[in-house]
């Protein structure tokens, strides 16, 4: 391996640091977007327990916060819901907006991989065959060594490059999408919420603890 490496040139370094970034990211992304730490099954008819039977106090609010990014959404409707609808899908959109940068946290950097290992490889490449007709230019093409040595660098970096970028690309649309259909399905849930809590309004006035909690 690492005399692979080596006739490589040192356009591996990078390649080989690409392909361990990409590595890490996609372990951490396969751990924190799960789906049940997302967006929790049953979070939504358990908040709306809470409110039916007046135990919405500022604790639970809290650790709704504390408990998922669908939690911090739910939460920030429900302190924001005695101001009306548009106010409160309002406040729910802005915690949503920092809930989405957060699932598409490194997926930037991923995609960025990506794009430049083949452009690392291309460049190994490039500076192999110039290797190549520069020994030719000055010894011929009687070396055969120097000659394989550097068509031995140009095919492995573009190979290494290659191998770094496809799995990295694959992975990158894979979190896209994953991140996309888990913003739906909370986009879904806080819509729920909205419609629920302003079905009619004076379902508030039955609420005490819920008007507590949003003045807080």
């Not at 009306?84 to 997926?107: C, F, P, T, W």
């Not at 930037?108 to 990506?114: C, P, V």
Request: overall charge neutral; proline content about 3%.
């Amino acid at each position: 391996m690492f005399d692979l490496v080596q006739a490589g040139g040192w356009l591996m370094v990078p390649i080989i640091l690409c392909s361990i970034i990409a590595a890490a990211i996609c372990v951490e992304r396969f751990w924190t977007l799960r789906s049940q730490q997302i967006a929790p099954r049953n979070l939504l008819a358990q908040v709306w327990n809470w409110i039916k039977n007046n135990e919405m106090d500022a604790r639970r609010l809290r650790d709704l916060r504390g408990n998922s990014p669908l939690g911090q959404i739910l939460a920030a409707g429900i302190s924001s819901h005695r101001r009306g609808r548009e106010l409160m899908k309002e406040s729910i959109e802005e915690v949503a907006n920092q809930v989405v940068h957060d699932l598409e946290r490194y997926l930037n950097t991923l995609g960025t991989i990506a794009a430049i290992s083949p452009l690392l490889g291309l460049l190994g490449t490039v500076i192999g065959m110039i290797k190549v007709f520069t020994s030719i230019s000055l010894e011929g093409t009687g070396n055969a060594a120097v000659l394989a040595g550097g068509i031995s660098e140009a095919l492995i970096t573009t190979a290494a490059g290659l191998t770094v970028a496809i799995p990295s690309l694959f992975f990158y649309r894979f979190f896209s999408r994953r991140v996309d259909e888990l913003v739906i399905g909370m986009e879904q849930e806080a819509l729920k919420l909205v419609e629920v809590l302003n079905v009619d309004r004076s379902v508030d006035s039955k609420k005490p603890e819920i008007a507590q909690v949003a003045t807080r």
